[in-house]
Every structure is written in C-alpha cells, then in structure tokens.
C-alpha cells in the first residue's frame, strides 16, 4: 500500500476539504485581484491545527507524523483555489517553524514555537538578496560582533509573507567575507530600532501572501537569537530550504488534482464538431499525463514524509527533497499550461480560475531554489563533478 492509500490520510484529507469548504470559501478571485492576505484566515486555520501537526506536543504542536500535514494542505487545495494563501501557510510550518524546531535553543522554541502553532506570530526565511538568489554565497548582509551580541546591517528581499510578518530567520556573514561559506542564522523581530520593512512587492503569482523586503539598519540581535551557532548558519538554511523543496509540494498536489476534475468535467461536456472535447486523442491525452504525473508526484512527496519522520534532517536527504520539488512542479506548471489550452478563451479570461492556477504554478519552479539550481544539486550529489 503507498503511504496515500492510509485510510487516516484519507480520513485527514477529506476533513481538511470540508473545513476548506466552510471556512475558506468565498471569492478568491475578487482577493487576488485585491492582492488580499487575510490574518484572520490564517488564524482560523491555526486554530484547526494547520501550523501545528508536524510539531511536537511540548512546543504547542499535535506530534503528527508528516503525512498528515501533507494531506490537509492536499485537502485544503483540492477545495481552495486561493493558493497563495496555502503556500504561505505552509512555507510557514517548513520554511521557518521545521528550522527553529531543529536548531533553535530550547528558550526559543519554547517561546516562539507555540506561538506560531497558534497562529499567534507569523515568521518568515530571509535569505535572498538583490546580489544573492541562487548563489546564495554572495550574501551581504553583515553581523559584526559586540558586547552582548550581534549588529545587523544589509536588506534581504522577495521574503514570503513579510509585509505581515513578526519575526524572520536572517542569515548574515559573520566573518567580514572571509569564507563564503561562513555565514550565520538569526531569529530577529521585524519591529524595533535597526528594523523596517521595505517594498511590498505586487507579483503577478500567489498574489495573496505579500511578498517583500526586509532592512536592517544597525540592528541588534543577542547572542542567544543565533540558530544553530555562529558560522553555522549554511546548515540552517539547507536544512529550511530541504523541508520545503520536499514538503511544500502538497498545495500543489491538490491544485492539480483540483484542476484534474475541473478539466475532466470540462473536456466531458464540452461539445465541438458534434462531440465533446473529450473524444479528441490530443487533449484526453495530455489529462491522463497529467493524472499519472499527479500519482507519481503523491507517490514521490508521501514516500519522502516518511523518510523524512525517519530520518529527522532534510539536509540528510537533500537530493531526494530537490527531486521530488523537480518533478512535482515541471508537472504542475506544465499541466495548468495544458488546461489553459484546453478551456480556450475561458482559460485567460480574469474571471476564470484557470489564468489564476497557472499564474499561481509558474512560480514555484522559483521558490526554494529554482529549477536549474535543484538539477545541480541532484547531480552534484550524485557525484557529477559540476
Ligand atoms: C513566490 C516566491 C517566494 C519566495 N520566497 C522567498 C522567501 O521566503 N525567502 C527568501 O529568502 N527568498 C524567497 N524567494 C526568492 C527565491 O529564493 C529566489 O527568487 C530564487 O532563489 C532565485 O533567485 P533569483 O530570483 O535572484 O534568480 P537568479 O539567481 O538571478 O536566477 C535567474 C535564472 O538563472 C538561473 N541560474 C542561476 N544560476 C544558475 C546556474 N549556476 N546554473 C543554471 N542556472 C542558473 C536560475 O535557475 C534562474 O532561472 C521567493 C521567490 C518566489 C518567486
């Protein structure tokens, strides 16, 4: 039996599917055009348990193994187009909660943790710069020691719900760019002296989680803000990035499955030439494509759950969190391509949802490290000398 086929992922899914029909209905459209994020929303999902199933019970979470936070967030897109909203959830629980929990003092989580499980503060993962995307050792941001602690000054960039966010994971060099590779992870308040947020960016894609920059300005952070230690900060951010190369794939799964129905109904009921669209080989063809790619990608993504409750550390399986990110989304955007050209005109109308899913897709062949950099890495720990 495939880790999917759990009748509790079932159970979970479907339970997530109603919640998202309850609570999360509503005209998603009319919100990405606004560019609305909803903090209300957010919490309404904390309160059900979307920030906490993966984290264990004394920081405030449910001790779940991971295949159920994958299956609510599957659940949770397979009923709810507004995917930008899921994908900041999300990113939240892997992007930021996973790194704190694995490297953050006992203090930290402690505090911090249960907050975030509640919906309470929303943290984010600084990392790119204007200089720095996917070479991330061209970091500029600096940390220069002083009594007590550390002074912050640099901007990082493109930061995923940082106009609404509390807190961040920063990474700064620590060492006056000596080594590239000497860079070190803070936890830091984005409100306070040395801190403001800058641009908020109006991105064509998952419009309704902001997306903007962060500018530290002589800010000061303590010694015990530092994750994972000083010069550590490399093993941090592979260890983020591996959870959400791997796991931050299940909203995306449900939107296929999502636009699957919608498509099958449509190419069904479609008539041109006397029969429905259905009974032409070239579109019927690509939707079996895309149902199959959906399989392998549930397959491949519930499979890296359970190594990852295994093994404990993305980094550990880094190569097999880059491919799963590679397969699922190349199929993803390829299949929202294929449904434009299956609805037509209807499929670039704004009032559509089709236009609003492929827009949606595109960029997670970007987040967590693009495309070209996942190949790199597979190859490179497969021994390629690149
Ligand atoms: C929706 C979204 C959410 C994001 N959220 C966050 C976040 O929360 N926190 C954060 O810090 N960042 C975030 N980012 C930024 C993201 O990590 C970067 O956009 C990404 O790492 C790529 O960097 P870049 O955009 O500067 O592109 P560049 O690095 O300029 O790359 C441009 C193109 O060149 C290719 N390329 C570059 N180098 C190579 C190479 N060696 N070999 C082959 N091809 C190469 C890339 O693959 C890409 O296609 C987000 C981005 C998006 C789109």
New binding site residues.
Partial sequence: MQPWQDPEVGKTKKKWEKFAEEHLAGDYLARDKAHEFSRERWEKCAEFGALSMAMPEEYGGQGLPLRYTVAAYEGLAHVCADTGFLFGLN?QVF?VQMPLLISGSEELKKEYLPKMCAGKLIG?????EEGA???VFHVETRADKTDGGFVVNGK?T???NSPDADYTLLFAKTDNNKNAFDFTCFWVPLEGKGVRKGKAFD?A??RTVG?GEQIFEDCFVPDDHVLGGVGRGLNVLQEAVGWERGLLLAHCLGAMERVNDQSIKRANERMQFGKPLAKNQQLSSRIAEAVNNHRIGRTYVYDLAARLDEVGNASRILSECCGAKLFVTDAYVQQMLDATQLWGARGVLNDWSIQQDTRDAL?SK????????LR?TIAKQAGLKA
Avoid: Q, Y
Avoid at 366 to 373: H, P, Q, R
């Fill in positions: 990113s992007g984010t993962l600084g990392f790119t995307g996917s070479d990082k493109f930061v995923t991105k894609s998952l997306f960029s970007i987040w967590a490290g693009s495309s070209e950099t790199n």
